[in-house]
Nanobody, 121 residues
Framework: VQLQASGGGLVQAGGSLRLSCAAS????????MAWYHQAPGKQRELVAK???????MYVNSVKSRFIISRDNAKNTVYLQMTTLVPEDTGVYFC????????????????WGQGTLVTVSS
């Protein structure tokens, strides 16, 4: 299973961006999908997570500004980011947790390659 993230770019403070992350592969299912943020010089941190039923969680800093959603038929997770601030700058990584392989019968975790978001003040 591979994750391909897209949608990053340069935006002014107060603007919006929509990130997408599509999972590809054969014979798998994913329980949790999430977005992580890695600011320059800092560790990667969880931003938002969604399970296969659509239950969501957010870190406090993005509540009311970001919305995570998911299209299970397309194995794609989205992050709608609004009212962006310079502190949102960094690389956003998508993550798939509890990925079940019908072939191996095992669970594993997958990371995407990241997409860069730059918010100018």
């Amino acid at each position: 299973v591979q994750l391909q993230a897209s949608g990053g770019g340069l935006v002014q403070a107060g603007g919006s961006l929509r990130l997408s992350c599509a999972a590809s592969g054969n014979d798998f299912s994913i329980n949790y999908m999430a977005w992580y943020h890695q600011a320059p010089g800092k560790q990667r941190e969880l931003v938002a997570k969604i399970n296969h039923r659509g239950d969501t969680m957010y870190v406090n800093s993005v509540k009311s500004r970001f919305i995570i959603s998911r299209d299970n038929a397309k194995n794609t997770v989205y992050l709608q980011m609004t009212t962006l601030v310079p502190e949102d700058t960094g690389v956003y990584f998508c993550n798939a947790e509890d990925v079940y392989s019908d072939i191996s019968g095992r669970y594993f975790e997958v990371w995407g390659q990241g997409t860069l978001v730059t918010v100018s003040s």
